[in-house]
């Protein structure tokens, strides 16, 4: 099989054999140019002669349209995944017309009946979900990092920080430092106060800034890399049952 999650700033992809273990696996950035970007990935794809394509994207119509069209020349089915609030392993009270695919996905790979749960989504936006024994009871969505850092950049005069390492959640004392500083406390204090509002949910983080936020939040947090594959391959697997 092959599995795609087309986020907004990188496409994620794995190969995995008839028994579910990854024999091929990479991330990325498309530069909103994903077809392209796939276009050279087709080459390596057909060697592993995957015999079906499980999509998850965020990209909206036009982007997924171009996506069709450059997997269409592979000859190998794939499909998109679209949410469903009634899933078998998960009820969601979200507006299902809106709520993300990677998110759900997320979610759907985390889900365990006997728990309570907060996924967290760490990408180009940081998602916050609660999980009462897989009932979805909503959520927040907030800039990452990164897009805090543009906005501050892009809407003020003396701002003018573009790079730099978020480290740190102390007070800082020079523009650079109170800027990643800031930006970071925001996200990880988010974090805390709701598992303090939640005490008995397990906090579980996924995505490419889950280390660098984990790090600071009061809590054990269960870092996992393979929510979304797995969210991937439970909601193919439920539809293809009866
Ligand atoms: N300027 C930037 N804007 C957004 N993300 C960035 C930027 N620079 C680096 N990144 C990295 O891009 C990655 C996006 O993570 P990922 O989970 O793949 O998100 P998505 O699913 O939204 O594409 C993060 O690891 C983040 O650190
Ligand atoms: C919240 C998101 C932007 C996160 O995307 P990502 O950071 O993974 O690229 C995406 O799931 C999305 O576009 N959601 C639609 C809005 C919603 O979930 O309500
Ligand atoms: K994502």
Redesign the pocket.
């Known amino acids: 099989m092959l599995w795609l999650?087309l986020?907004?700033?990188?496409l994620?992809y794995w190969l995995t054999d008839d028994i579910g273990q990854i024999v091929a696996h990479d991330?990325k950035q498309h530069l909103q140019a994903p077809a392209e970007l796939l276009m050279g990935l087709t080459d390596r794809f057909e060697r592993y002669a995957p015999d079906f394509i499980g999509i998850s994207s965020v990209l909206g119509d036009a982007l997924n349209a171009k996506v069709s069209e450059t997997l269409s020349r592979l000859n190998i089915p794939f499909e998109f995944v679209h949410v469903d609030a009634a899933h078998a392993l998960m009820k969601s009270a979200y507006n299902d017309q809106q709520l993300g695919c990677?998110r759900w996905l997320q979610m759907l790979g985390a889900v365990d009946k006997k728990k309570r749960q907060c996924v967290i989504g760490?990408?180009?936006?940081v998602t916050i979900d609660l999980i009462d024994h897989a009932e979805h009871l909503g959520g927040y969505i907030f800039p990452?990092i990164?897009?805090q850092r543009?906005s501050l950049f892009s809407g003020t005069k003396q701002i003018t920080i573009s790079n730099g390492t978020f480290d740190s959640v102390s007070q800082g004392m020079t523009t650079q430092d109170a800027v990643h500083r800031g930006i970071l406390l925001s996200i990880v204090g988010a974090v805390n106060e709701i598992s303090r509002r939640h005490p008995n949910f397990e906090v579980i983080m996924t995505?490419?800034?889950a280390a660098t936020i984990s790090q600071h939040v009061n809590r054990p947090v269960r870092l996992r890399d393979d929510l979304l594959l797995n969210g991937l391959a439970r909601y193919f697997d439920y539809r293809n049952k009866p």
């Open positions: 999650d986020g907004n700033t990188r994620k991330a990677d760490c990408g180009t936006a990452s990164y897009l543009e995505g490419g800034d």
